[in-house]
Structure formats: structure tokens, C-alpha cells
């Protein structure tokens, strides 16, 4: 268009640019020097707009074409950020004041110029405006492209923290699995061993009856089957009565009260637990297939609680109740109940308990024990009519 309208040198200016911009092009093909490559094309945008308005006298009739070397901090923002990008913005301002002083100085100066060069005060209004809108759409489309990256990224950030949440939602739920909420809390918060001393704690361990002998004759896979449906039934029990499962050891199943506050009378709550579960016997053994009885023992008193380790980790308790409880369960009759001294102190008056019996424990010499059987009946009272 310059060519057009007369201005011969300042259309050559544009084809050798495009010239230089393809012989930069051409370079960083061969070479791979991309840091260089940015250089140089940040400096051809930056310089020639400038070169293109001297050669062509001042701002007007110029038709504001150093408008285009504000590509280069643009792109420099884009490209290399916004700290590596300032260096090209104050060029850009140093070399527009720079322009704008000259022009001041020598606005009245002989006006007169080579014929060759002349813009005509129509073709500068045109150029104003084509300058200005290519200017505008330019910083507009990148800008355009810098939200639209914003937003894909922010979206990208989203989802990555929705899945994050997810994980981290899971993890806490396999945590809870493993560990009661309250030591779960601590050990992600204090990070430091965890050890409770606890005055009065109801535990119980219940037995499979025969289960090396049951287990023989079957596989792998059918055991696992049996014991799975076995204590998942026992789980389901244990969360109805907000005890606290501790582990499964073999065919041997622990549970422990009074750990939390879930549970306000944990020997109680035990011992409907351990009736539950030796009356839910008979519909297992119709899922198994298999003749499940337990032997169940439980004991109340002092423990200390936490966690051991630091891999593979779980809670676990310590001290003579576990012992006593589970030397009980391991002495017990099929289908019985075996409770401590302390378990009977605090049910005799609300649960039936057969006449209390001795047993030699291991560790524990003659203990005595008492079988619980069943809750006590409340007595109705009957009021007769008074005769008048």
C-alpha cells in the first residue's frame, strides 16, 4: 500500500523485514538456538516499526506505525514472562520518547520533503486506521488467548484437585479403616508415636471352633470365601454397636470397648455383641455350608492402646485383660461365653451367668470364670384391682 501511494523507501522497509524474518527462521532450523532466535525476532519487532517511521518523517505521517514494536514486550510477556519481558517494554518506551523528542525538536523545521517520500495527509489518515485496528485485533486475539489458556489451565487445576480430593477422601477412608478416628486425627496432625494408657477397657476374642480341621479339607479360595463372609457379618455387628474392631489373627476375631465415647457402657454393649454373634451362628453356617460354632472370651480392665511401627502399621492393645480374655476364649466350650471377675461385676444384675466355675490358665493359674448365657428378664409387676 505504501508503494502505492508513493512512499518508496518505507515499502521496502516491510519486504526486507519479512526478509530478515526468514533468514532468522532459516537460522533456527539449522541450528536449534532458539534463545537467540527469540532475541533476534523480539529485536526485528522491536526496531523496524521505529526505522519505518523515521524513514517516513514523523508520527502523523507515520500513521502511529511504532505502534507494531509494542509486539515485542507483548510477545516477550507471552514467551519468556513478565519479569524477562521488561527490558523489551522499556526499549519500547525509550525509543517512542526518543522519537517523540526528535519530532518536537524539529517540528519547525523546513517542512519540504523528497517527493519520493512524501505521504499525503489521506493516505496517513488511512494508515492511522488500518495501524490501529491491526494493532487492536493483534493485542486483542492474544490476550483472547491468554484467558482461554487461563481458563483451560484453571479447568486442568479443577480437575486435578477434584481428583486430588477424591485420593485424598479414599486415603482418609482406608485410614479409618485401619485406625479409630480419634488415632487417625493424631497421627496426621502430632506425627509421633501414638500410646494410650486406658483404665477400664471390654475386650473379646471369639474363635472358630475346629477351623484347622474344617479348613483341611477345603481350598484356598473357599477358606478365604468362609472367613470373609464370617467376619464381614462380625464387622457389620461391631459398627451397629459402636465398638472397635482391633484384628483378625487366623480364625480369631478381636473387639474392644470404652476405647471412645461412641460407646457409654461398652461391657454391656460387649455382651449383646458376643450373644449376636454366637446367635447368628446358625444362619452363617447355612451361608458357609459349613458347622461354624465359636468360643468367645471377655474381659474387662486396664490396657494400653496405640500404634507400633512404622510400616504396615496398625492399632493394637497390650496388658493382662487381652491375656485373660484371650486365654478365656481359648479354653472356652463350643458356643459359650466366658467372662472375667470384672465382666461379671458389672452384668450380674442385668444378664444371666451360669453357677461361676475354675479354670487353670495358662500363665494365669486357677482363674475364676463365670459363662454368660443370656440377658436377665425383666419382671412385670401385676397390681390387682382393690376391692372396694
Known sequence: LYWLTGPQLSSTLPFLFQILLAVN????IQSGNFTWFRFSQFALFLFFPFVAQWSMGNFISGSGVILWALMAPIGAVFVMGLRESLPWFFAYIF??????????????????????????????????????????????????????EKKRIQNKLEEAMALLTEEQGRSERLLLNILPDSVARRLKSENQTVADDF??????FADIVNFTQLASGMSAQQVFTMLNTVFCHFDELVEKHRLEKIKTIGDAYMVAGGLDARCKDPCATMADLALEMRDSLSSLTTVTGMPLTLRIGIGTGPVVAGVVGKKKFIYDLWGDTVNMASRLAGESNPNAIQCDRRTHMHLENRYCFDARTSLRLKGKGEVIVYRLTGKAQTKRRTTQPKAD
Open 25 to 28: 527462521l532459516a537460522y533456527y
Open 95 to 148: 525509543f517512542t520518547a526518543l522519537t517523540g523528542f526528535f519530532d518536537y525538536m524539529l517540528v519547525d523545521a523546513d517542512g519540504s520533503m523528497d517527493a519520493a517520500t512524501a505521504v499525503s495527509l489521506r493516505t496517513s489518515v488511512v494508515f492511522f486506521a488500518l495501524n490501529f485496528i491491526a494493532i487492536s485485533g493483534i493485542v486483542y486475539a492474544m490476550l483472547r488467548f491468554a484467558f482461554e
Open 199 to 204: 483404665y477400664s477397657v471390654t475386650v473379646m
